[in-house]
């Protein structure tokens, strides 16, 4: 079983959608939560982190973190065609917060 | 500007030839890392540095080896390219303060061994 589960998608909405991304994770040692954006051909660049549990809203993004649950997510709102690209969550623990554990992404499409 | 960068940026090459990826940052970090990256699967950590002359295998085992004489560079060579090692690599840095630190990503290396 691996650690971090994501759906892979591909996830296509129209432009000024809310959308939700999401993933589950096994390890209830991880104490950092990320997600990254991915364009096509680039490489991967952080979009939020998070400690712990709790939420965290940044312009159109909030991200949640439910450790109880050891789920994850990652919500859009106003979703722009320049969102387009894959999400890949990733988290770490404390005595290793070097080491990430990605998730494989949610490839992502906005409809103009 | 500060960034991490990545040559070359696709590599088309026969088997049993060696390669060197290259991998350069600008941003002063003291952490390095190598990803292995196949399309719709997770980043798979291959290779990190802490510092000059530091160097550690990561949780996927790898063919390919890594040096670190310089902070700014984090070269990956294999020795003798197969089809298996087809893929995207990714390098990445970081500060080493701290108990969480953003890693920072350059463009990747798409690699095809025929």
């Known amino acids: 079983q691996k650690e971090v589960e994501q759906d892979p998608g591909p996830l296509s909405v129209p432009e000024g959608a809310i959308v939700s991304l999401n993933c589950t994770y096994s390890?209830?040692?991880?104490?950092?939560f990320m997600w990254y954006r991915q364009y096509s051909r680039k490489g991967p660049e952080l979009l939020m982190y998070t400690y712990s549990s709790g939420n965290k809203e940044d312009g159109r993004f909030t991200a949640q973190v439910d450790k109880s649950s050891k789920y994850i997510s990652l919500f859009i709102r106003d979703s722009q065609p320049s969102d387009s690209a894959t999400y890949l969550c990733a988290m770490s623990d404390y005595s290793s917060a070097s080491k990430i554990i990605f998730g494989s992404g949610t490839r992502l499409s906005i409809r103009p | 500007e500060a960034d991490i960068y990545q040559t070359p940026r696709y590599l088309v090459i026969g088997t049993g030839k060696k390669i060197t990826l290259e991998c350069s940052q600008t941003?002063?970090?003291?952490?390095m890392y190598w990803y292995q990256q196949d399309p719709g699967m997770e980043l798979h950590l291959i290779h990190y540095?802490?510092?000059?002359?530091?160097?550690e295998k990561g949780d996927l085992s790898s063919e390919s080896t890594v040096s670190r004489i310089r902070t700014e560079h984090f070269p990956l060579t294999l020795e003798s390219a197969r089809p298996s090692h087809t893929s995207q690599y990714l390098c990445?840095?970081?500060?080493?303060?701290?108990?969480?630190?953003?890693?920072?990503f350059g463009p990747g290396t798409r690699l095809t061994v025929l």
């Open positions: 390890n209830s040692a991880f104490q950092y």
């Open positions: 990445a840095s970081s500060e080493a303060r701290g108990a969480y630190n953003e890693q920072f």
């Open positions: 941003m002063g970090h003291d952490k």
């Open positions: 540095s802490y510092g000059v002359n530091s160097t």
